[in-house]
Each structure stands twice: as C-alpha cells, then as structure tokens.
C-alpha cells in the first residue's frame, strides 16, 4: 500500500506565527485529506484537498486560519495560520489510493506545541 | 455533537484473552464503519471494516460485529497479543459516494504479558 511522509515531524512555535506542514505520498491518490487531533480528543476531519483547486472546508474551519495547497496528485500543504496555544495538535494528513476502497492511510502526524 | 462514541477510554486484558472494545453512533446515514490502531508516534493504520448491510466480517483474530438496530459496533480480538496495545479508533463513513470518516475518541488497549 502507499506510504504517507509528513515534514515536520514536530514544531514548537511561538503565539502569532505561522507553520507549514508538508504531506507527501509515494504513489498517486484520488483524494487527500487533513485531520486534527487535539489532546485527548478523537481525529477531526479539517478540509479535503482538492487538486489544483480550492480545498474543501469542514464546518468550523476558514481558509484564512488553515490554507493548503495541493498542486499535484502526490503532494499537500496544510499551514497553520496566526497560531494560538489552542492550535497545539496533532496534524495528520490521509489518503485513498484508488476509487472505491474506505481503506484511508494516514500519515505519522505532525506534533504541533504553541508556546 | 459525537456523533461516534467511544465510551471507554482504556481497557486492559491479560495475553490470550478476548479484548472487546465497544463504538456507539448516532449517524443514521453511515454507511461502512471502520477501526484503526494508532502507535504513539505514528498515524493511524486500517485494521478492518464492516459494511453497514453486513452484521459481522472477520478477519484472522479481529472480528467486528455491527448491530444496526441498537447503533453498535464492536471489535474482538482473540487471542490478544502484547503487540496488540495501542489506540484503537472507530469510524464511520459519511454515506455512499463520501470518503469523509468520523472518528470517536479512541479506545487504549494493554494488552498484559
């Protein structure tokens, strides 16, 4: 099955910055998505990412707060915007390999601490 | 509103015994269900899944059962493994034609030696 890389791993950033999580899947997928994982929360779907178009946001989270990008099959941005300590996640970027499998792979995840 | 519920955050169980974990949903319009483990440090990987028309499938030592009528699912795991601890998550997925999963909160698994 494809493998999913997130860079970074992990960030500590400071209150009113902003960060840029890379996603990248070995092989072509039909759809990317990108998750949050707060403390002690369950996995909240964030927007799909939609290629060479405007993602698609779940109620409760704005372009402004989280852009992304996803300029080919293989590769997505997700960036973390004006950052508070309440943005202080687990991000986790997933896809599906093909048309018609509900098996969605997930990425390691990128620790997120807002100082 | 959860609209997937795991109401036990941890359970415990000795090596070669059943685990159970249990997933309860409000979402009528779900209509694959899906369990993942999650190691620390690394995202979810798929375990299994049951289509809402089936009430169980199996696979190897995991078998889900699915009551459709009380909104329930669960997991078994027989015989449990030391390597079986983790966070086991259940999803369900938002109808046909969708590929958005809702996720509950995760179940922690130990599974003692």
């Known amino acids: 099955s494809a493998v999913i890389s997130q860079k970074p791993s992990r960030d500590i950033c400071q209150r009113g910055t902003s960060l840029t999580i890379q996603c990248q899947v070995d092989?072509?997928?039909?759809?990317m998505f990108w998750y949050r994982q707060q403390p002690g929360q369950s996995l909240t779907l964030i927007a799909t990412?939609?290629?060479?178009?405007?993602?698609?946001?779940e109620s409760g989270f704005v372009i402004d707060k989280f852009p992304i990008s996803r300029p080919n099959l293989t590769f997505s941005t997700l960036t973390v915007s004006n950052m508070s300590p309440e943005d202080s996640s687990i991000y986790l970027c997933?896809?599906?390999?093909?048309?018609?499998?509900?098996?969605?792979?997930f990425g390691p995840g990128t620790r997120l601490t807002v100082l | 509103d959860q609209q997937v519920k795991q109401n036990s955050p941890s359970l415990s169980v000795q090596e070669g015994r059943i685990s159970i974990l249990n997933c309860d949903y409000t979402?009528?319009?779900?209509?694959?269900f899906l369990w993942y483990k999650k190691y620390p440090a690394e995202g979810p990987t798929f375990l299994i899944s049951?289509?809402?028309?089936?009430d169980k499938n199996e696979d190897g030592r995991f078998t889900v059962f699915l009551n459709k009528s009380a909104k329930h699912l669960s997991l078994h795991i027989v015989p449990s493994q030391p390597g079986d601890s983790a966070v086991y998550f259940c999803?369900?997925?938002?109808?046909?034609?969708?590929?958005?999963?809702?996720f509950g909160k995760g179940t922690k698994l130990s599974v003692i030696p």
């Open positions: 999803a369900g997925r938002r109808g046909a034609g969708s590929y958005q999963l809702t």
């Open positions: 979402n009528s319009m779900f209509d694959y």
């Open positions: 049951i289509s809402s028309i089936k």
């Open positions: 092989s072509q997928v039909t759809m």
């Open positions: 990412a939609n290629q060479g178009s405007e993602a698609t946001y």
């Open positions: 997933s896809g599906f390999p093909r048309q018609g499998t509900s098996e969605q792979f």
